[in-house]
């Protein structure tokens, strides 16, 4: 147990008194949680999602989740892995409840294959946001958090090639995007 | 001279190996381009990896707090209904076989009074619904520490239900709730007077 806590334990100090306290129903402990937390699920959030309010609404859902599961906790990986996972499920439900307008085709269609694509050169946050939806939260889940294929696949209900089809194509995009020049 | 596509490289980051990644590895090796690409796309991983952690600007823990209390409120009225219902069974059929003799025991009257008492002002809280209220700062601390502590004796009342406990533990346990419920009352009626609500 002490392993697996060690890894959140410099976002989240006395990591197991804590999580003991949190679950026998002590909200002052739920509530350090969520102070521990807090900075890392709002920026998985606001990675995926497309506005500030629902990475907002995402973080309160996310906490809401954990303060009614934390007893089901099992203390398999760490801790802040076990959040995590909640917080990208509860993203990736706020894509598919929001309804956006996310196939590649419409996308193309609204930004489209302009000319003027292939002299851009965005920066780097610019260009995450640019992707559709789903390609950029495969792109965050994949890269910067560090699932797999078939662990996105899974969250999205999809099959991982779907993932890899994703993870390619907004690639190609952002590669065109950012002009990019090596860095020596 | 066709180079890999983006699909290929992008694959070739990946832990283990797919069917075809041995040609295109011979093609890398023998590739400038394909090698600049396949660097362009670490250092593009890195630069994502390495961009601001983004803040959210409002807290949200009171909504969450609120909304996870009320829940567990609404839970606990039907979870202690059932138990008041197993413990009033229990204690009729303690007096049909004649079982309170120790003169130390409640009365039957005065558990039932106990859950009564605590059924009143649980139902008198669900009508206030102070989960759909604003509610400051401290009357939220106290209120969260009295909702922790009802939370507590409810384990403990569910705990007693399963061992068939001593009726003067019972008691003891129904009148603290009633206590701390009555204090619960309080924290919020009195919080609503004094803000004119």
């Known amino acids: ?184 | 001279m066709t180079h890999l596509s983006m699909e290929t490289l992008v694959s070739l980051r990946e832990r283990g190996s797919e069917p075809g990644q041995a040609a295109a590895r011979e093609h890398l090796n023998e590739c400038d381009h394909c090698q600049a690409e396949l660097q362009r796309l670490h250092q593009r991983v890195a630069r994502l990896k390495a961009l601001p952690t983004l803040r959210p600007g409002r807290d949200r823990w009171p909504e969450a707090r609120a909304r996870f209390t009320s829940e567990r409120r609404r839970r606990r009225t039907r979870v202690v209904g059932l138990t008041g219902l197993a413990m009033a069974a229990s204690a009729a059929l303690a007096i049909s076989v004649g079982n309170l003799s120790r003169p130390a025991d409640p009365t039957p009257e005065q558990l039932s009074q106990a859950m009564q008492r605590s059924q009143v002002l649980e139902s008198a809280l669900n009508d206030y619904n102070p989960g759909g209220r604003v509610v400051d700062g401290r009357t939220a601390r106290i209120a969260g520490e009295l909702e922790d502590r009802i939370a507590r004796v409810d384990r403990q009342l569910e705990a007693t239900a399963l061992q068939q406990a001593a009726d003067r533990d019972l008691l003891k346990l129904w009148r603290e709730r009633v206590g701390l419920l009555d204090a619960l009352v309080d924290v919020h009626v009195t919080r609503a007077s004094n803000a004119g609500l």
């Open chain 1, 1 to 184: 147990m002490t392993g697996t806590l060690l890894m959140d334990s410099s976002l989240l100090a006395n990591a197991e008194s804590v999580v003991a306290r949190a679950r026998a129903g002590d909200t002052e402990a739920l509530g350090q949680l969520y102070r521990a937390f807090e900075v890392p699920v709002y920026n998985l959030a606001r990675r995926i999602c497309r506005t500030t309010e629902d990475a907002e609404d995402v973080l309160q859902e996310t906490f809401f989740e954990v303060c009614r599961s934390i007893g089901r906790y099992r203390e398999e990986g760490s801790l802040w892995g076990w959040i995590r996972t909640i917080a990208s499920s509860k993203a990736l439900m706020r894509l598919r409840r929001n309804k956006y307008r996310d196939t590649d085709e419409l996308h193309d269609e609204a930004v489209g294959h302009r000319r003027e694509d292939h002299h851009l050169r965005m920066d780097l946050e610019a260009a995450l946001e640019r992707l559709p939806e789903i390609s950029r939260a495969v792109v965050w889940l994949h890269d910067v958090e560090g699932y797999t294929h078939e662990e996105i696949g899974d969250m999205m209900g999809k099959t991982p090639s779907f993932s890899k089809s994703q993870l390619s194509r907004a690639h190609a995009r952002l590669r065109l995007w950012l002009g990019e020049e090596l860095i020596p």
